[in-house]
């Protein structure tokens, strides 16, 4: 196991993601590195040995990623002065300017690995080394970075970082940008080297020359280069591998539940703007999306449908799909951004792919699919998967899943059972036997018992609805499911911490696969009394 390590020198990585040109790309893509590689050799003149490597580098798979957490910085909208201008317009002050944005990541002094688990040849490592002390920059001349060879690699030196590594099934991870055979040809071709060099000697010629040579090397500019200069051209490279993103050892060291902390985000492209209390009705309309990609209940797979064969209620974990709001930020407000899709652990990455393609993937291009969701006299929505580097937070799977003590609710946790105490005549009572059933409920998916629980129908986070309220407050979940028919279970907000970190995400209660009973980990430096 081999490494090329990266440091940002300023501490910010200035790159553009090229799907969508107001964002960050985060991290850099193999390919970046690739050419950032390929540049320092073409400027200093590489030697064939140097040229080896790099050829050598292209044809091997695509690496693993291992990057720190970054922090998107506000994009700002600077105006340029183009570089087309002639005479009087060439003057700073007289140019037209254009918009330009430079979306940067700060990273700080972590470092970034790109990690491959072939050997590396002996006759590859100095050639390498003279390549990488030359590269200066990854992305914008303003992103400056130094870079180095690991002979060696060992992974758990770096403990701290996230690990993006290949989705093996390519279907819904991110796209990244891959180095391929003849990725070096190709960008030799775009420098162009030969015919800028040309052009020069020719210019240099012609400033001495006179009289009939002067007019013969005139010519044959413009017969060889139609008298304009020779350029590099902007290479465009479109093969791409889907990477899926692992977090960090030391967050994986976390208890977690039976629930898989890789959920699959949808992210909300149209329709109007949907508040935490209507949950229950949208996530019923995204299950049924799911549901009817097939041609009969039959064939739903258990852990998807959450029924046996037979039609008796599964006994396993399945699937269950959570709300992404805006909610414990100083400004929240609790309208949705999209979707997860929260799989049990023990489905591997190639049944949930098979499971979910037809919703998620055009079959004839190999494309994400848009899917389309009517809510009736709330609108239609239309979601689809969220491959952007840099999300808002609200979207990245961490800002549910990282490893705290402490966890408040987003939905409320619908109580497994009914109380026997009467909350108006024995309050206590009826707040430890709740205490109680949401202890069990942890129980019921693998953590542990919590050690503190506050239990009450308003919120701790910021945006987040009541759970009785006139207005603005969640509809009741009633026994026998989302449509059921019985007697409205009781329902309540909870804070609660436990003595060891606990990985998420956490879902409680009856509604956990409905979006109700849905945590957010908290950062708490102090304890509290229920």
Request: proline content about 10%; glycine content about 8%.
């Amino acid at each position: 196991m081999w490494a090329i390590g990266v440091e940002f020198l300023t501490g910010n990585c200035v790159a553009t993601n090229i799907a969508d040109r107001e964002s960050a790309e985060w991290p850099p893509h193999p390919m970046r590195l690739f050419m950032a590689m390929a540049a320092a050799y073409f400027e200093t003149g590489g030697e064939p040995d140097q040229r080896r490597a790099l050829e050598w580098i292209e044809s091997l798979p695509p690496p693993d990623v291992l990057a720190p957490e970054p922090a998107p910085r506000r994009v700002v909208t600077a105006f340029v002065p183009v570089n087309d201008g002639r005479g009087a317009e060439s003057m700073p002050k007289v140019r037209s300017r254009q918009p330009r944005t430079f979306p940067t990541t700060f990273v700080g002094n972590e470092p970034l690995f790109y990690v491959w688990n072939d050997a590396i040849p002996s006759e590859s490592i100095e050639p390498l080394q003279n390549v990488l002390c030359n590269v200066s920059r990854i992305g914008h001349s303003s992103s400056l970075v130094w870079a180095w060879l690991v002979k060696e690699f060992q992974p758990a030196s770096v403990f701290r970082l996230s690990v993006w590594q290949l989705d093996s099934e390519q279907q819904f991870g991110t796209p990244m940008r891959r180095m391929f055979g003849g990725a070096l040809a190709q960008l030799e071709s775009a420098y162009n080297l030969a015919d800028i060099e040309r052009h020069a000697e020719l210019a240099q010629q012609l400033s001495a020359a006179k009289g009939k040579a002067k007019t013969a090397i005139k010519q044959q500019l413009e017969q060889v280069f139609g008298g304009v200069a020779p350029t590099s051209r902007r290479p465009e490279f479109r093969a791409t591998a889907r990477y899926r993103k692992v977090e960090s050892q030391r967050s994986l060291a976390a208890v977690r539940s039976w629930f898989d902390d890789e959920l699959l985000v949808l992210t909300q492209l149209e329709g109007p703007t949907l508040g935490c209390e209507t949950t229950l009705r949208a996530v019923k309309a995204l299950r049924g999306a799911i549901l009817s990609q097939f041609p009969e209940p039959a064939a739903i797979p258990e852990w998807i449908g959450g029924h046996q064969p037979d039609g008796t209620a599964s006994t396993e974990p399945h699937l269950a799909i959570v709300p992404l709001p805006y909610v414990g930020e100083p400004y929240a407000d609790g309208h949705l951004l999209g979707f997860g899709l929260v799989f049990p652990r023990q489905v591997s990455p190639r049944d949930r792919a098979r499971g979910l393609a037809q919703l998620l993937t055009d079959s004839r291009t190999g494309e994400d699919k848009p899917v389309v969701l009517k809510l009736g006299n709330l609108g239609t929505i239309t979601l689809q998967l969220e491959t952007r580097p840099a999300p808002p937070r609200a979207l990245r799977p961490r800002s549910w899943t990282r490893p705290s003590h402490y966890w408040s609710t987003v939905t409320p946790i619908v109580l497994d059972r009914y109380p026997k105490s009467d909350p108006a005549r024995d309050r206590a009572s009826w707040l430890a036997e709740v205490a109680d059933i949401i202890a069990t409920s942890c129980t019921r998916i693998g953590l542990p018992e919590p050690i503190d629980i506050a239990i009450h129908y308003n919120p701790w986070l910021r945006g987040v609805p009541r759970t009785k309220s006139p207005g603005n407050s969640f509809p009741l979940f009633q026994s026998g499911g989302s449509s059921g028919s019985g007697a409205p279970r009781p329902m309540v907000h909870a804070l609660f911490g436990f003595d060891t970190p606990i990985r998420g995400p956490i879902l409680l209660g009856t509604g956990r696969f409905q979006g109700y009973g849905f945590c957010k980990p908290l950062t708490l430096n102090h304890s509290f009394n229920p």
